[in-house]
């Protein structure tokens, strides 16, 4: 990385689907159900997310989200160098309920 303020969205679907934190993703049957390697998928679970947190480097920081958010985003200052990210959720108690499944971060200066 290199210095500068970045934007990090932290979310468990992708973007394209739509779908808030705390949803369960519907089912899904492919059109082509004759070929094996197209078998779909069960619904997903939905999960209590109220929070989430992000580390980057030493900086550790939460942010609450609603029922209808699609995604946590938070905003650092972050200096150039390698450094660690971990991104997770967390429950109504602080309690770490899975990482996020898609994390995007952009430069924003």
């Given at each position: ?29 492919p059109r082509d159900t004759d070929n094996p390697d197209h ?71």
């Open positions: 990385m290199r210095d500068g303020t970045y934007e990090f969205t932290l979310r468990r679907w992708p973007e394209e689907s739509g779908l808030a934190l705390r949803a369960a993703a519907p089912a899904w049957t078998a779909g998928f069960s619904a997903g679970v939905a999960i209590p997310i109220a929070g989430a947190q992000l580390r980057v480097g030493e900086q550790c920081v939460t942010t609450s989200v609603a029922e209808s958010d699609r995604a946590a985003v938070f905003r650092l200052y972050v200096q150039a160098g390698r450094t660690a990210v971990e991104a997770t959720f967390q429950d109504a108690d602080v309690r770490h309920l899975c990482s996020a499944f898609f994390l995007n971060a952009r430069r924003t200066d």
